[in-house]
Protein backbone atom coordinates (compact mmCIF):
# COMPACT_ATOMS: atom_id res chain seq x y z
CA UNK A 1 0.00 0.00 0.00
CA UNK A 2 0.98 3.73 -0.79
CA UNK A 3 1.34 6.32 1.54
CA UNK A 4 1.43 9.90 0.55
CA UNK A 5 3.11 12.51 2.99
CA UNK A 6 1.96 15.85 1.65
CA UNK A 7 3.94 18.82 2.52
CA UNK A 8 3.35 22.47 2.15
CA UNK A 9 -0.06 23.36 -0.05
CA UNK A 10 -1.26 19.83 0.21
CA UNK A 11 -3.32 18.89 2.97
CA UNK A 12 -5.73 16.37 1.52
CA UNK A 13 -6.27 14.66 -1.35
CA UNK A 14 -9.37 14.51 -3.19
CA UNK A 15 -11.28 11.52 -4.28
CA UNK A 16 -10.21 8.89 -1.78
CA UNK A 17 -13.16 6.88 -2.01
CA UNK A 18 -14.81 5.37 1.38
CA UNK A 19 -12.58 7.58 3.78
CA UNK A 20 -11.45 6.91 6.79
CA UNK A 21 -9.81 8.41 9.39
CA UNK A 22 -7.44 6.24 11.44
CA UNK A 23 -5.79 7.86 14.94
CA UNK A 24 -2.38 6.16 15.13
CA UNK A 25 -0.44 6.13 18.80
CA UNK A 26 2.95 4.96 18.81
CA UNK A 27 6.15 4.78 20.85
CA UNK A 28 7.38 8.43 19.61
CA UNK A 29 3.65 10.00 20.34
CA UNK A 30 1.64 11.03 17.64
CA UNK A 31 1.56 11.82 14.41
CA UNK A 32 1.47 15.36 12.75
CA UNK A 33 -2.01 14.91 12.53
CA UNK A 34 -4.91 11.67 12.01
CA UNK A 35 -4.14 9.43 8.66
CA UNK A 36 -6.64 9.13 6.04
CA UNK A 37 -7.04 5.98 4.47
CA UNK A 38 -9.25 5.37 1.56
CA UNK A 39 -9.32 4.31 -2.05
CA UNK A 40 -8.02 6.11 -5.24
CA UNK A 41 -7.81 4.87 -8.74
CA UNK A 42 -9.19 1.28 -7.21
CA UNK A 43 -6.28 1.16 -4.79
CA UNK A 44 -5.66 1.28 -0.70
CA UNK A 45 -3.81 4.73 -0.29
CA UNK A 46 -2.98 6.61 2.87
CA UNK A 47 -2.34 10.39 3.71
CA UNK A 48 -1.00 12.04 6.37
CA UNK A 49 -0.33 16.04 6.38
CA UNK A 50 3.14 16.12 7.15
CA UNK A 51 2.72 19.72 8.67
CA UNK A 52 -0.64 18.98 10.14
CA UNK A 53 -4.00 20.20 8.14
CA UNK A 54 -3.54 23.36 9.90
CA UNK A 55 -0.21 23.84 9.20
CA UNK A 56 1.36 23.86 13.15
CA UNK A 57 4.15 22.01 12.88
CA UNK A 58 7.43 23.77 11.60
CA UNK A 59 9.77 21.87 9.56
CA UNK A 60 12.06 21.11 12.87
CA UNK A 61 9.43 20.06 14.65
CA UNK A 62 7.38 17.85 12.92
CA UNK A 63 7.76 14.10 14.56
CA UNK A 64 8.87 12.51 11.96
CA UNK A 65 9.77 9.24 14.10
CA UNK A 66 5.85 8.99 14.50
CA UNK A 67 5.04 10.03 10.91
CA UNK A 68 6.85 7.28 9.57
CA UNK A 69 6.26 4.59 12.23
CA UNK A 70 2.09 5.77 12.29
CA UNK A 71 2.24 5.01 8.43
CA UNK A 72 4.25 1.34 8.71
CA UNK A 73 2.04 0.52 11.42
CA UNK A 74 -1.25 1.48 9.18
CA UNK A 75 0.13 -1.22 6.86
CA UNK A 76 2.01 0.87 3.98
CA UNK A 77 5.08 -0.45 2.65
CA UNK A 78 5.86 2.71 -0.16
CA UNK A 79 6.16 5.96 0.77
CA UNK A 80 5.78 9.10 -1.38
CA UNK A 81 6.98 12.78 0.37
CA UNK A 82 5.92 15.53 -1.39
CA UNK A 83 7.53 19.46 -0.84
CA UNK A 84 8.04 22.33 -2.02
CA UNK A 85 11.64 23.43 -2.86
CA UNK A 86 14.06 26.28 -3.46
CA UNK A 87 15.90 26.28 -6.83
CA UNK A 88 19.71 26.26 -6.61
CA UNK A 89 20.86 25.06 -10.45
CA UNK A 90 19.26 27.69 -12.40
CA UNK A 91 17.68 24.98 -14.35
CA UNK A 92 15.45 24.18 -11.77
CA UNK A 93 12.93 27.09 -11.74
CA UNK A 94 10.00 27.28 -10.35
CA UNK A 95 6.57 25.07 -11.46
CA UNK A 96 9.89 22.67 -12.02
CA UNK A 97 9.15 18.75 -10.34
CA UNK A 98 11.93 16.74 -9.17
CA UNK A 99 12.56 13.18 -8.53
CA UNK A 100 14.84 13.53 -5.71
CA UNK A 101 17.63 10.97 -5.80
CA UNK A 102 19.96 12.43 -3.38
CA UNK A 103 20.44 14.57 -0.71
CA UNK A 104 22.60 16.39 1.82
CA UNK A 105 21.89 16.56 5.21
CA UNK A 106 22.36 19.92 7.01
CA UNK A 107 19.77 19.54 9.73
CA UNK A 108 20.94 19.74 13.74
CA UNK A 109 18.37 18.83 16.18
CA UNK A 110 15.91 16.15 14.73
CA UNK A 111 15.32 12.58 16.10
CA UNK A 112 16.84 10.94 13.11
CA UNK A 113 17.02 7.53 13.72
CA UNK A 114 15.14 4.65 15.49
CA UNK A 115 18.10 3.10 16.45
CA UNK A 116 19.70 4.17 19.87
CA UNK A 117 21.44 1.09 20.87
CA UNK A 118 20.77 0.30 24.32
CA UNK A 119 18.30 3.45 24.59
CA UNK A 120 16.34 2.57 22.00
CA UNK A 121 12.87 1.88 22.91
CA UNK A 122 11.25 -1.48 22.78
CA UNK A 123 8.19 -1.54 20.71
CA UNK A 124 5.74 -4.54 20.73
CA UNK A 125 5.47 -4.63 16.99
CA UNK A 126 6.93 -8.15 14.77
CA UNK A 127 8.90 -5.83 11.83
CA UNK A 128 12.62 -6.39 11.99
CA UNK A 129 12.80 -2.51 13.42
CA UNK A 130 11.10 -3.29 16.26
CA UNK A 131 12.91 -6.28 17.06
CA UNK A 132 16.07 -4.78 16.24
CA UNK A 133 15.56 -2.07 18.87
CA UNK A 134 14.30 -4.34 21.24
CA UNK A 135 17.42 -6.19 20.96
CA UNK A 136 19.20 -2.74 21.69
CA UNK A 137 21.12 -3.13 18.23
CA UNK A 138 23.27 -0.39 16.79
CA UNK A 139 22.33 -0.06 13.05
CA UNK A 140 24.21 1.63 10.60
CA UNK A 141 21.68 2.14 7.63
CA UNK A 142 23.02 2.04 3.91
CA UNK A 143 22.23 5.17 1.90
CA UNK A 144 24.15 4.34 -1.06
CA UNK A 145 20.36 4.68 -2.85
CA UNK A 146 18.09 6.35 -0.67
CA UNK A 147 15.23 6.44 -2.58
CA UNK A 148 13.29 3.67 -4.16
CA UNK A 149 14.50 3.08 -7.91
CA UNK A 150 11.60 1.14 -8.53
CA UNK A 151 8.63 4.33 -7.67
CA UNK A 152 11.77 6.60 -9.08
CA UNK A 153 11.10 4.83 -12.29
CA UNK A 154 7.66 5.49 -12.03
CA UNK A 155 6.92 8.75 -11.37
CA UNK A 156 9.24 9.80 -14.27
CA UNK A 157 7.33 7.84 -16.91
CA UNK A 158 4.41 9.72 -15.05
CA UNK A 159 5.82 13.22 -15.68
CA UNK A 160 7.19 12.51 -19.04
CA UNK A 161 3.70 11.24 -19.94
CA UNK A 162 2.01 14.17 -18.12
CA UNK A 163 3.77 16.20 -20.16
CA UNK A 164 4.88 18.12 -17.00
CA UNK A 165 8.24 20.11 -16.39
CA UNK A 166 10.84 18.12 -14.42
CA UNK A 167 14.17 17.09 -13.62
CA UNK A 168 14.33 12.78 -13.05
CA UNK A 169 17.57 13.38 -10.76
CA UNK A 170 18.17 16.00 -8.55
CA UNK A 171 20.39 16.41 -5.03
CA UNK A 172 18.53 17.55 -1.95
CA UNK A 173 20.15 19.78 0.52
CA UNK A 174 17.72 19.99 3.81
CA UNK A 175 18.43 22.69 6.30
CA UNK A 176 17.24 22.95 9.35
CA UNK A 177 14.55 26.03 9.14
CA UNK A 178 12.41 27.59 9.98
CA UNK A 179 13.94 30.81 8.41
CA UNK A 180 14.75 30.67 4.66
CA UNK A 181 18.57 30.44 4.20
CA UNK A 182 21.31 33.59 3.10
CA UNK A 183 22.40 33.85 -0.55
CA UNK A 184 26.10 32.75 1.20
CA UNK A 185 24.45 29.20 2.19
CA UNK A 186 23.00 28.72 -1.32
CA UNK A 187 26.62 29.49 -2.48
CA UNK A 188 27.68 27.18 -0.44
CA UNK A 189 25.22 24.26 -1.27
CA UNK A 190 25.74 24.79 -5.01
CA UNK A 191 29.58 24.32 -4.68
CA UNK A 192 28.43 21.35 -2.73
CA UNK A 193 26.33 19.84 -5.49
CA UNK A 194 22.64 20.68 -4.46
CA UNK A 195 20.32 21.33 -6.87
CA UNK A 196 17.29 22.04 -4.58
CA UNK A 197 17.00 23.40 -1.13
CA UNK A 198 14.27 22.46 1.51
CA UNK A 199 13.56 21.93 5.28
CA UNK A 200 11.51 18.49 5.59
CA UNK A 201 13.34 15.76 3.22
CA UNK A 202 15.89 14.80 6.30
CA UNK A 203 15.36 12.60 8.30
CA UNK A 204 12.11 11.46 6.62
CA UNK A 205 13.16 9.35 3.82
CA UNK A 206 16.15 7.90 6.69
CA UNK A 207 13.48 6.95 8.61
CA UNK A 208 11.86 5.14 5.89
CA UNK A 209 14.78 2.94 4.97
CA UNK A 210 15.14 2.21 8.34
CA UNK A 211 11.42 0.91 8.51
CA UNK A 212 12.23 -0.86 4.81
CA UNK A 213 9.82 1.08 3.25
CA UNK A 214 10.26 2.48 -0.41
CA UNK A 215 10.50 6.07 -0.48
CA UNK A 216 10.13 8.12 -3.15
CA UNK A 217 10.70 12.03 -3.47
CA UNK A 218 8.79 14.39 -5.20
CA UNK A 219 9.80 18.23 -4.99
CA UNK A 220 8.06 21.24 -6.70
CA UNK A 221 10.26 24.29 -7.26
CA UNK A 222 8.18 27.21 -6.07
CA UNK A 223 11.05 29.46 -5.81
CA UNK A 224 14.37 30.87 -6.81
CA UNK A 225 16.76 30.05 -3.77
CA UNK A 226 17.71 33.45 -1.88
CA UNK A 227 20.23 35.32 -3.66
CA UNK A 228 19.40 33.82 -6.92
CA UNK A 229 16.58 36.62 -8.13
CA UNK A 230 16.22 39.81 -6.83
CA UNK A 231 13.77 40.42 -3.70
CA UNK A 232 13.43 38.97 -0.46
CA UNK A 233 11.51 35.19 0.07
CA UNK A 234 8.52 34.79 1.31
CA UNK A 235 6.16 31.78 2.41
CA UNK A 236 3.85 33.89 0.24
CA UNK A 237 5.53 33.11 -2.67
CA UNK A 238 6.02 29.79 -1.82
CA UNK A 239 2.74 28.82 -0.75
CA UNK A 240 1.15 30.39 -4.17
CA UNK A 241 3.31 28.26 -6.30
CA UNK A 242 2.46 25.05 -4.69
CA UNK A 243 -1.56 26.32 -4.69
CA UNK A 244 -0.66 26.57 -8.78
CA UNK A 245 0.64 23.12 -8.91
CA UNK A 246 -1.76 21.48 -7.01
CA UNK A 247 -3.69 20.14 -9.69
CA UNK A 248 -0.45 18.39 -11.26
CA UNK A 249 0.49 17.07 -8.05
CA UNK A 250 -2.80 15.79 -7.37
CA UNK A 251 -2.64 13.75 -10.87
CA UNK A 252 0.77 12.68 -10.75
CA UNK A 253 -0.26 10.84 -7.31
CA UNK A 254 -3.64 9.04 -8.86
CA UNK A 255 -1.29 7.97 -11.74
CA UNK A 256 1.04 6.61 -8.95
CA UNK A 257 -1.84 5.06 -7.00
CA UNK A 258 -2.77 3.57 -10.27
CA UNK A 259 0.80 2.46 -12.02
CA UNK A 260 2.51 1.07 -8.94
CA UNK A 261 2.70 -3.05 -9.24
CA UNK A 262 2.24 -4.49 -6.33
CA UNK A 263 4.91 -6.56 -6.05
CA UNK A 264 8.27 -4.12 -4.86
CA UNK A 265 11.41 -5.27 -7.63
CA UNK A 266 13.47 -3.00 -5.62
CA UNK A 267 15.65 -4.41 -2.25
CA UNK A 268 14.18 -1.40 -0.14
CA UNK A 269 12.66 -3.90 1.79
CA UNK A 270 16.19 -5.47 2.81
CA UNK A 271 17.59 -2.19 3.72
CA UNK A 272 18.70 -3.37 7.20
CA UNK A 273 20.53 -6.32 5.81
CA UNK A 274 23.92 -6.03 6.84
CA UNK A 275 23.28 -3.25 8.71
CA UNK A 276 23.46 -4.47 12.04
CA UNK A 277 26.59 -4.02 14.38
N1 LIG B 1 14.52 27.07 1.12
C1 LIG B 1 14.15 26.11 2.00
N2 LIG B 1 12.98 25.50 1.96
C2 LIG B 1 12.12 25.85 0.98
C3 LIG B 1 12.43 26.84 0.05
C4 LIG B 1 13.71 27.48 0.11
O1 LIG B 1 14.05 28.37 -0.69
N3 LIG B 1 11.36 26.95 -0.79
C5 LIG B 1 10.43 26.05 -0.35
N4 LIG B 1 10.90 25.38 0.72
Redesign the pocket.
Known amino acids: MLAVIGGSGLYQIEGLSGAKEICQETPFGSPSDTLIRGRLEGREVIFLSRHGRDHSYPPHLVPYRSNLWAIRKAGARRVLGVS ?3 GIKRRFSPGDFVVIDSFIDLTRSRDSTYFEGRLSKKPAEEWRTARLMREGKVVHVDMTHPYCPQMAEILTEILEDLKLPYHPTGTYAC ?1 E ?1 PR ?2 TPAEIKMLEILGADV ?3 TGVPEVVLARELELCYAGLAVV ?2 P ?2 GISEGK ?1 TSDE ?1 LQMMGQKEREIKEVIRELARRLPEERTCSCGESLSGAVV
Open positions: AVGTGFEVGMANAALV
